[in-house]
């Protein structure tokens, strides 16, 4: 259901089950992790097979189990969306077609969201009685901003990949995201993920300004040495 391909300073992750538009099921979420946890490049691509980016959790699954196992099913979505964010470099989603519920929340997770004019995204979990629970309801009001958020995620409407641009769910739409992932490539390993784990760094401002003087001194440093 995950398959890994590394070319060029970047690893390819697909979600590969086209005919269920790559919904995941318990097992694809732990081999998300553990190909996460393997990549080593400075960039990972990820992306879904066929017309879809990825559907969400496998409601095959869901609707066959009760509320311990199916709060232990959250907690993997949650487990695999915080190994894509913890990943020591550049994640980018490229979503071409449908992104629903999970598959919002693991691209939430992404560094950069880039969507084809044909993608789709939605948080479409309460039309089941149901709602985000991959960290959609803390990272979409991140990404959004809370009143965004509400809309989308009480209303589960459907916004195309114009709307996602506006509202801030997608970084770019082009017509090849995979080409955004290799732009990124091209620049230096080091940079890239020193700059996402000064981005990330939620200390406080005087730490952070610190840490950045530092981590600014030691890419000078081995560019000397370079």
Known sequence: MIRSDRSAGVCVITLDRPDRRNALTPAALDALVDAFEAAREPVVFLRGAGEAFCAGADLDVVEALDGDAAAAFARQGQRAARTIEAYDGAVVAGIDGPARGGGVELAL????????????????GVSLGLFGAWGGTTRLPAVVGEGVALDLALSGRTVTAAEALEMGLLSRVVDEPRAVADGIAANDAAAIRTLKRRLRDDAPPDETDEREAVAFGRLVERRGRG
């Open 109 to 124: 997770a992404c560094d950069v969201r880039v969507g084809t004019p044909e993608a789709t995204l939605a948080e479409s």
